[in-house]
């Protein structure tokens, strides 16, 4: 049996491409495809094998500014041969799925995620672009989400890395998928309970703009600098006395909708109005409001249109 593995591109060694691995290690014989190949920068199980690269592993800078040429990736994944191949399996978080397989062979994708830069994350990969180069993404966005959903129908099955990612799976794709999570290298941690706790965290991550390690850092920060805080609630907030009437009213004016307020027999326990007193945080930490309720809701329904 011919496999062939699909996996958007191989820049580095990250989850996606630790998850390679083991497939590479499940079908040692299997073929790697793959928009952009950076040698050296993947494991040896993977650089030993044969990798099949796009034409876009010719064109300018694209092993640093790969994201400058999304447009050009449907193209770039539908240009590989998988003729002869009996089984596909696509390593996929872009455009992998999108892979073009013969007619008798069977298509597994397993999915991290379908196209986070596009469904999901738009803003907080495009957000700091200027205005007319964001407005270029957006369109090239809109083509790629009508792609990603015509080529549905060349993946037999769908396998998603966790119950979140399943469940985008069909609220994007409108398809069911298995949840099969990834391996754990269980190996590489190990337990010893002679061992005192420190008094630091330390985070593990891509520094990549959708794991939003800006927000973990400031929220440390804040915390972290007043040992007075600690065993403490701390309330953070406008500081506004707030009707959820008005709340209510405001949504329907910012989004334009003409949907009715509906007001009910209020329910044990209701919540009439609601003021968040964050004078202990404006104490401790001088923290204040950076913005309004009214932008607040402002944001996170711009937000919602965009990404629901």
Excluded at 99 to 111: D, E, G, I, L, P
Excluded at 146 to 173: C, G, H, M, N
Excluded at 294 to 307: C, F, P, Q, T, V
């Amino acid at each position: 049996m011919r496999v062939a593995i699909v996996h958007d591109w191989l820049l580095g060694m990250r989850g996606g491409e630790r998850i390679l691995n083991v497939f590479c290690k499940i079908f040692p014989q299997a073929e790697l495809f793959t928009l952009i190949h950076d040698k050296g920068s993947v494991d040896h199980i993977l650089e030993e094998r044969p990798i099949h690269t796009s034409f876009l592993q010719n064109l300018p800078g694209v092993k640093t500014k790969y994201r400058s040429y999304l447009p050009l990736f449907p193209l770039a994944v539908e240009s590989f041969d998988l003729e002869g191949f009996d089984l596909v399996i696509s390593s996929s978080h872009c455009v992998a799925k999108g892979a073009r397989s013969a007619k008798a062979a069977k298509h597994f994708c397993y999915c991290y995620t379908p196209m986070r830069y596009m469904w999901v994350f738009f803003d907080q990969y495009f957000g700091a672009y200027p205005p007319w180069k964001k407005s270029l993404v957006r369109l090239a966005g809109e083509y790629l989400k009508r792609w990603d959903i015509a080529t549905l129908p060349r993946v037999d099955e769908f396998i998603a890395i966790s119950r979140t990612i399943k469940d985008r799976i069909q609220d994007i794709y409108k398809r069911d998928s298995t949840v099969i999570y990834p391996p754990v290298e269980i190996d590489k941690f190990k337990f010893d309970p002679s061992r005192k706790r420190g008094d630091y965290y330390i985070c593990v991550s891509a520094l990549v703009p959708y794991k939003r390690i800006d927000i973990m850092i400031e929220a440390f920060l804040v915390m972290g600098s007043h040992p007075k805080a600690v065993g403490k609630a701390v309330n953070f907030g406008t500081g506004k006395d707030i009707s959820v009437n008005y709340i209510a009213k405001k949504i329907k004016e910012i989004s334009g909708s003409d949907s009715s307020i509906v007001h009910t027999k209020d329910r044990i326990a209701q919540v009439r109005r609601l003021n968040c007193d964050y004078s202990l945080a404006k104490k401790l930490f001088g923290w204040k409001p950076k913005v309004n309720i009214d932008e607040s809701l402002r944001r996170n329904i711009e937000w919602a249109k965009e990404n629901l």
